[in-house]
């Protein structure tokens, strides 16, 4: 019993002696921070592309430039022969989220228009931090020697940035929100007999690397 | 027998001749115990609250004063980077006493915008003893979870150095100053640590406790 006595004495000395610290006056101060981060984002927005047609009615080669945007459909800036023949010409596609499938069809050596048949796409910068723009070219299948190049760089007010022939000008333009690059892919088939019936692909691979980070 | 009963009641009306007495004159003191308890207030100085690096004006401005500031992984010493591209706001609020000509408040709020890895910043602000109670400041809490001056913690989004101040005495009235330099993170920057991620929000809460300084 006097065990017990004591224990209970203990307990109520240690419940006092908390008690004691919780009844401390503190007060607190507090720093509320919220971190909202930007976004690098390079979208496809548009295509263009040649076809070629032959006009039946004169026998003229008739070369008609398209346009579609990303989700539409195929369009002509000059229409087409009422009367033409489709010779060789290109498609576009977005097969996945920023890829495009551009395709070559029928090509034969011509040297119209850009030098060649050209396909091109618009890239729009739709993140808010600014990014270094990298361009790796990858081709199979086809001499490299048949493929060349024209870019365009946008600024946000649709003004001329700056322009060249050479991907490797690209490496390291800087893109800011709004700005866009437009980039034409030239092929070119040569008056040879050994040109016919070569399928090949073309790839390029675009990055966008945050500005601060780059090289 | 009879003496003693007599005697008796001769020392009862004896004594009762004194009571009256006594009845007639009196004082008294009082001794009166008003007590005030102090107050023990621990708050942000009015205006106190700003970033070192970096400004509230976004984008398009690209005056070079409100150029965004890096740091290497670790947080080293800042380096003014090119552009406006991240902003900070700040404010302080829940008004909670005053110290001098300046009001003090219990929050201080503050939000990085449009930020990316390797953005870095410093935060600072005062905080003064407001009561009337020195107090100590005896825990530095983020996101719940203790801290002590100098020490680099890494969170998923971003790494952060607290500068100072756990330990040290308020006498009421006193300020000081405190601060903390952060630098968003960069996937790959720590292994098994995410790095910020695009178009996120996070949020992160730092608790300054003052207690009174004979409990400390």
Same mark, same amino acid.
């Given at each position: 019993?006097?065990?017990?006595?004591?224990?209970?004495?203990?307990?109520?000395?240690?419940?006092?002696?908390?008690?004691?610290?919780?009844?401390?006056?503190?007060?607190?101060?507090?720093?509320?921070?919220?971190?909202?981060?930007?976004?690098?984002?390079?979208?496809?927005?548009?295509?263009? *592309?040649?076809?070629?047609?032959?006009?039946?009615?004169?026998? @003229?080669?008739?070369?008609?430039?398209?346009?579609?945007?990303?989700?539409?459909?195929?369009?002509?800036?000059?229409?087409?022969?009422?009367?033409?023949? /489709?010779? @060789?010409?290109?498609?576009?596609?977005?097969?996945?989220?920023?890829?495009?499938?551009?395709?070559?069809?029928?090509?034969?050596?011509?040297?119209?228009?850009?030098?060649?048949?050209?396909?091109?796409?618009?890239?729009?910068?739709?993140?808010?931090?600014?990014?270094?723009?990298?361009?790796?070219?990858?081709?199979?299948?086809?001499?490299?020697?048949?493929?060349?190049?024209?870019?365009?760089?946008?600024?946000?007010? &649709?003004?001329?940035?700056?322009?060249?022939?050479?991907?490797?000008?690209?490496? *390291?333009?800087?893109?800011?929100?709004?700005?866009?690059?437009?980039?034409?892919?030239?092929?070119?088939?040569?008056? &040879?007999? &050994?040109?016919?019936?070569?399928?090949?692909?073309?790839? /390029?691979?675009? &990055?966008?690397?945050?500005?601060?980070?780059?090289? | 027998?009879?003496?003693?009963?007599?005697?008796?009641?001769? =020392?009862?009306?004896?004594?009762?001749?004194?009571?009256?007495?006594?009845?007639?004159?009196?004082?008294?003191?009082?001794?009166?115990? #008003?007590?005030?308890?102090?107050?023990?207030?621990?708050?942000?100085?009015?205006?106190?609250?700003?970033?070192?690096?970096?400004?509230?004006?976004? #984008?398009?401005?690209?005056?070079?004063?409100?150029?965004?500031?890096?740091?290497?992984?670790?947080?080293?010493?800042?380096?003014?980077?090119?552009?406006?591209?991240?902003?900070?706001?700040?404010? =302080?609020?829940?008004?909670?006493?005053?110290?001098?000509?300046?009001?003090?408040?219990?929050?201080?709020?503050?939000?990085?915008?449009?930020?990316?890895?390797?953005?870095?910043?410093?935060?600072?602000?005062? +905080?003064?003893?407001?009561?009337?109670?020195?107090?100590?400041?005896?825990?530095?809490?983020?996101?719940?979870?203790? +801290?002590?001056?100098?020490?680099?913690?890494?969170?998923?989004?971003?790494?952060?150095?607290?500068?100072?101040?756990?330990?040290?005495?308020?006498?009421?009235?006193?300020?000081?100053?405190?601060?903390?330099? =952060?630098? +968003?993170?960069?996937?790959?920057?720590?292994?098994?640590? #995410?790095?910020?991620?695009?178009?996120?929000?996070?949020?992160?809460?730092?608790?300054?406790?003052?207690?009174?300084?004979?409990?400390?």
């Amino acid at each position: 019993m006097k065990k017990i006595g004591l224990i209970c004495l203990a307990l109520v000395l240690t419940l006092g002696t908390l008690g004691a610290a919780y009844a401390a006056w503190i007060d607190t101060v507090v720093i509320s921070g919220t971190v909202q981060t930007g976004s690098l984002d390079l979208v496809v927005i548009r295509t263009n *592309g040649d076809d070629v047609f032959k006009d039946l009615d004169t026998g @003229a080669l008739v070369y008609c430039h398209w346009i579609q945007d990303v989700g539409g459909g195929k369009q002509y800036s000059t229409p087409p022969p009422a009367n033409g023949l /489709l010779v @060789a010409h290109t498609t576009s596609e977005l097969t996945a989220d920023d890829q495009v499938t551009i395709s070559y069809n029928n090509l034969f050596p011509f040297t119209g228009g850009w030098g060649g048949f050209i396909t091109s796409a618009l890239i729009h910068a739709q993140g808010s931090v600014p990014m270094h723009f990298k361009v790796t070219p990858s081709i199979t299948g086809i001499p490299a020697s048949w493929v060349s190049y024209i870019w365009f760089v946008y600024n946000s007010d &649709e003004s001329l940035h700056s322009t060249g022939s050479l991907l490797s000008d690209l490496d *390291g333009v800087q893109l800011h929100h709004c700005m866009k690059v437009s980039i034409g892919i030239i092929v070119t088939v040569p008056q &040879e007999d &050994e040109a016919m019936n070569q399928s090949g692909t073309i790839t /390029l691979t675009l &990055e966008g690397i945050q500005w601060n980070e780059y090289p | 027998m009879k003496k003693i009963g007599l005697l008796c009641l001769a =020392l009862v009306l004896v004594l009762g001749s004194l009571g009256i007495g006594y009845a007639m004159w009196f004082d008294e003191i009082i001794i009166e115990g #008003p007590v005030d308890t102090g107050a023990l207030i621990l708050g942000f100085e009015e205006g106190s609250l700003y970033p070192v690096r970096d400004t509230e004006v976004p #984008p398009p401005d690209q005056y070079p004063a409100n150029w965004d500031w890096e740091t290497a992984i670790g947080i080293g010493p800042f380096v003014k980077l090119d552009k406006n591209v991240g902003w900070i706001t700040w404010g =302080l609020k829940d008004e909670k006493g005053v110290h001098g000509l300046y009001k003090l408040y219990g929050t201080a709020e503050i939000t990085l915008h449009n930020v990316y890895p390797g953005y870095s910043t410093e935060i600072t602000v005062w +905080i003064a003893n407001g009561g009337s109670i020195p107090l100590i400041i005896n825990q530095i809490l983020l996101n719940g979870l203790e +801290i002590s001056p100098g020490e680099h913690v890494v969170l998923d989004y971003m790494e952060l150095i607290w500068g100072n101040a756990l330990g040290e005495q308020l006498e009421p009235c006193d300020s000081r100053e405190v601060s903390f330099r =952060l630098r +968003i993170l960069q996937p790959g920057d720590y292994p098994g640590v #995410p790095g910020a991620q695009q178009g996120e929000t996070y949020t992160f809460t730092i608790e300054i406790h003052g207690i009174q300084w004979n409990e400390a």
